[in-house]
Nanobody
Framework: QVQLVESGGGLVQAGGSQRLSCAASGRIFSIDTMAWYRQAPGKQRELVAAISGGGSTSYANSMKGRFTISRDGAKNTVYLEMNSLKPEDTGVYYC?????????WGQGTQVTVSS
């Protein structure tokens, strides 16, 4: 079992920045990829960014150049740095950890971008 706790959400003005954190605990040695997803009101959950155990990153097209995912192995924490935020970035952001035979989710953190 892997437990994930997100933090760092809140209200931010358009054009601003925010950093989300996700701390992992439990069977962390079994984690390969960690990722951030978001779910906007009335929409399906979508992938924002992912980072592999080797440090390779991938981003959704609309986030490229604005968002940066990083991973601190010593702290078992993954971060999402979000810049140039837009109102359409509003949603609940979820952290996920994926291994060979599992995927764990955090409880989510709300990000609201005001225009």
């Amino acid at each position: 079992q892997v437990q994930l706790v997100e933090s760092g959400g809140g209200l931010v003005q358009a054009g601003g920045s925010q950093r989300l954190s996700c701390a992992a605990s439990g069977r962390i040695f079994s984690i390969d990829t960690m990722a951030w997803y978001r779910q906007a009101p009335g929409k399906q959950r979508e992938l924002v960014a992912a980072i592999s155990g080797g440090g390779s990153t991938s981003y959704a097209n609309s986030m490229k150049g604005r968002f940066t995912i990083s991973r601190d192995g010593a702290k078992n924490t993954v971060y999402l740095e979000m810049n140039s935020l837009k109102p359409e970035d509003t949603g609940v952001y979820y952290c996920s950890a994926e291994g060979v035979s599992f995927r764990s989710w955090g409880q989510g953190t709300q990000v609201t971008v005001s225009s």
